[in-house]
């Protein structure tokens, strides 16, 4: 049913926006090094299913109703430029209430895995990158004489294993880093202020991108 010819040039775009740096990548890493595995996992599972329930709204129309009306991606794209304003600002403020001396591991450690998976979860989704991507890029490798939502459910799965991989990958690799050099570099220290300024900085290449 899928061109296979595609595939490739497919898989590789995926691996592109897996590792690319994006809020959910540092969401993930931020997390990875506070919590460990585990916790990166948890955020991972709800980015995973994020990407599914994406799919399923190209599928049933998102990507012609975005042709159709082109203010409505603005619009997405300010929505989330806003959201990772909030978040920034959110970071920031909690690493200037407990002080750069104090670690504020407890606030962090007091999530839940169902927590983090949904935190995870809602952090993609409030993302327009990921939106717009599977909006406007899964369309891209369809065949038009198959049938249009199966193949585009197919590639939305593709997209969402390929970086459900990457993340827990990514989360195993800064885990066990944190780990092995945390008694010297203690980044949990500084960890809500260090991401508060990226996502203050995402947000604003997000608002000002043409």
Same mark, same amino acid.
């Given at each position: 049913?899928?061109?296979? &010819?595609?595939?490739? #040039?497919?898989?590789?775009?995926?691996?592109?926006?897996?590792?690319?740096?994006?809020?959910?990548? !540092?969401?993930? =890493? &931020?997390?990875?090094?506070?919590?460990?595995?585990?916790?990166?996992?948890? %955020?991972?599972? *709800?980015?995973?299913?994020?990407?599914?329930?994406?799919?399923? @709204?190209?599928?049933?129309? @998102?990507?012609?109703?975005?042709?159709?009306?082109? /203010?409505?991606?603005? #619009?997405?794209?300010?929505?989330?430029?806003?959201? !990772?304003?909030?978040?920034?600002?959110?970071?920031?403020?909690?690493?200037?209430?407990?002080?750069?001396?104090?670690?504020?591991?407890?606030?962090? +450690?007091?999530? $839940? #895995?169902?927590?983090?998976?949904?935190?995870?979860?809602?952090?993609?989704?409030?993302?327009?990158? +990921?939106?717009?991507?599977?909006?406007?890029?899964?369309?891209?490798?369809?065949?038009?004489?198959?049938? %249009? !939502?199966?193949?585009? =459910?197919?590639? *939305?799965?593709?997209?969402?294993?390929?970086?459900? =991989?990457?993340?827990? =990958?990514? $989360?195993? #690799?800064? $885990?066990?880093?944190?780990?092995?050099?945390?008694?010297?570099?203690?980044?949990?220290?500084?960890?809500?202020?260090?991401?508060?300024?990226?996502? /203050?900085?995402?947000?604003?290449?997000?608002?000002? &991108?043409?």
């Amino acid at each position: 049913m899928l061109d296979v &010819s595609v595939l490739p #040039m497919f898989l590789g775009a995926c691996l592109l926006l897996a590792v690319s740096p994006g809020p959910d990548l !540092l969401l993930l =890493m &931020s997390y990875s090094s506070i919590k460990g595995f585990k916790a990166g996992t948890a %955020i991972a599972g *709800g980015i995973f299913l994020a990407g599914l329930l994406q799919s399923v @709204l190209v599928a049933v129309g @998102l990507a012609k109703l975005l042709q159709l009306v082109p /203010v409505l991606a603005v #619009m997405i794209k300010l929505v989330g430029a806003l959201y !990772l304003l909030w978040l920034g600002i959110k970071f920031i403020k909690n690493w200037h209430n407990a002080g750069v001396s104090c670690t504020n591991v407890s606030k962090h +450690a007091g999530k $839940s #895995m169902r927590q983090l998976f949904l935190l995870g979860m809602l952090n993609n989704l409030l993302n327009p990158k +990921a939106l717009l991507f599977f909006a406007l890029f899964l369309p891209q490798f369809i065949n038009t004489q198959a049938p %249009i !939502l199966t193949q585009i =459910m197919l590639l *939305g799965v593709l997209l969402s294993m390929v970086t459900l =991989m990457i993340n827990v =990958m990514v $989360s195993w #690799m800064v $885990s066990i880093a944190t780990s092995q050099f945390t008694a010297k570099i203690k980044p949990g220290r500084y960890v809500d202020g260090i991401l508060g300024i990226l996502f /203050v900085g995402l947000a604003a290449r997000l608002a000002l &991108s043409k």
